[in-house]
């Protein structure tokens, strides 16, 4: 039988993180998304509450976790806020994630420890031309005289261009294969690397408060040392780091459905028209026993995705089917809490609204619905594009 406990440090951490949420996300949610603003100040607060780096070893400044209790972090964030959920899953899964998983001793040890402390870290893989069809990738890096001449651009990059980052790994082409193809590699540009300049994205639907960025790359010039890992492993290196992430984003479904499903059912026990709560109706009662319903499948695949990596099993699989399932859980569930909300919950101060915008980036950031079905579909033997 398998066992569905969690551990009692994994249950703590869920406490903990939630009374964090409660007490220092809550109170400034709607305004940050109002104003569209990404806070140092509660960025650096997440980070003493030890929110970046759970799954790296001590050694490097982590805390030496398993990656369940990372997800288990993530989705506490995002049943509060799905902003500040995505400044963390990004700067894990994305900044720190390619580093500590591919970067060589030197550089684990010159990057993590900071990353894990205060700085934050992009991870530059789409540009303009190429999102889903990461292959397409236009951006080059030249090895000249013991150091990358990087040129190119790149496009919705997180956590890229404010005060706290410190990094950005960029994919670039860096030549061809002997069969032809284009090489690609991984490379560190440090902030402030000349040649290299981040633009903050405005306008944003969703996920207002975190941070997104354009990259430029004019003849930025970084030493040799700087590549990732090995030459030409760079294609491999951002699918494994996408397999990781996509269970930070299905942990973005799971928490973001969680909090606006609690939004929904106080707000069906309150309100009352024709004499008795709304809840009492079964078309209302039936909507939120489907999302209770959902969600506990949705994290039932999310955990055992998560379980899978934590036991070092393959979970690539599972990893695109729980970022897909929870993606869409929370999307029924945040049009059901809009709904049960009525004209109130299309109104700002009804945190419904901002669940319901945020959700939307979770069928396209990290490989879009479309290509989660592609992957699944591909792990069945199917020869699908
Ligand atoms: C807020 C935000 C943050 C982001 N953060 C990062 C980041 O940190 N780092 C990073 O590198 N990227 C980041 N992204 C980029 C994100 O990963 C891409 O937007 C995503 O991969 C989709 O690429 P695209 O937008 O170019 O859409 P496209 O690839 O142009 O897709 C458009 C539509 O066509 C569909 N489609 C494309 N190809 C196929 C196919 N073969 N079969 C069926 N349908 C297909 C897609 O599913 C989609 O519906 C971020 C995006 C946003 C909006």
């Given at each position: 039988?398998?066992?569905?406990n ?11 993180i939630?009374?964090f949420?409660?007490?220092e996300i809550?109170?400034v949610?709607q ?12 960025t650096?607060?997440?980070f003493d ?24 972090a ?11 959920a995505a ?6 899964s994305l ?10 001793e ?6 993590l ?6 700085r ?10 190429a999102?889903?069809?990461?292959g ?7 090895l ?23 990094v950005v790994t960029?994919?670039?082409v ?10 690609y ?9 000349k ?8 306008k ?28 030409g ?6 699918l494994k780091t996408l ?6 984003i299905?942990a973005?479904?799971?928490?973001g ?17 024709f ?6 109706n079964?078309a ?15 994290r039932n695949?999310l955990?055992?995705?998560?379980w899978?990596?934590d036991?070092g099993?393959?979970f ?8 897909l399932y ?6 029924r569930v ?30 396209i950031g ?12 591909r792990?069945?033997?199917l020869?699908?594009?």
């Amino acid at each position: 039988m398998p066992d569905y406990n969690l551990t009692q440090e994994q249950e703590i951490l869920r406490k903990s993180i939630r009374e964090f949420a409660e007490q220092e996300i809550a109170p400034v949610a709607q305004e940050l998304d109002e104003k569209e603003e990404f806070s140092v100040e509660l960025t650096k607060k997440m980070f003493d509450m030890g929110l970046f780096g759970m799954y790296v070893s001590e050694k490097y400044g982590g805390s030496g976790l398993d990656y369940l209790s990372y997800v288990i972090a993530v989705e506490e964030i995002a049943r509060i806020d799905g902003s500040q959920a995505a400044t963390v899953a990004a700067g894990n899964s994305l900044g720190i994630g390619p580093i500590y998983y591919f970067g060589t001793e030197e550089q684990k040890m010159k990057w993590l420890p900071e990353l894990c402390r205060g700085r934050l870290a992009g991870f530059g893989l789409t540009e303009p031309n190429a999102g889903s069809d990461a292959g397409g990738s236009k951006t080059t890096a030249v090895l000249k005289d013991k150091k990358w001449v990087i040129n190119g651009s790149k496009i919705f990059i997180t956590n890229a261009a404010n005060p706290l980052t410190a990094v950005v790994t960029v994919q670039a082409v860096t030549g061809t294969r002997p069969d032809g193809k284009k090489e690609y590699s991984c490379i560190l540009v440090p902030y402030g690397t000349k040649g290299f300049t981040a633009k903050e994205m405005h306008k944003k639907l969703m996920w207002r408060a975190s941070n997104t960025a354009e990259l430029y790359f004019e003849d930025c010039e970084v030493p040799e040392e700087n590549l990732l890992g090995k030459r030409g492993e760079g294609f491999h290196q951002m699918l494994k780091t996408l397999d990781a992430g996509r269970l930070s984003i299905g942990a973005m479904g799971l928490g973001g459905a969680q909090g606006a499903f609690e939004l929904a059912l106080k707000y069906a026990k309150e309100r009352v028209q024709f004499g008795r709560p709304i809840g009492d109706n079964q078309a209302i009662a039936f909507k939120l026993a489907n999302m209770a319903m959902e969600i506990e499948a949705a994290r039932n695949l999310l955990y055992k995705a998560a379980w899978l990596k934590d036991q070092g099993k393959p979970f690539s699989r599972e990893a695109a089917m729980a970022k897909l399932y929870c993606s869409e859980v929370m999307k029924r569930v945040v049009t059901d809490a809009v709904q049960i909300h009525g004209g109130y919950g299309l109104m700002k101060e009804y945190n419904v609204e901002r669940f319901f915008r945020d959700q939307k980036l979770l069928e396209i950031g990290e490989g879009t619905s479309e290509v989660q079905r592609i992957v699944i579909a591909r792990n069945l033997g199917l020869n699908v594009r």
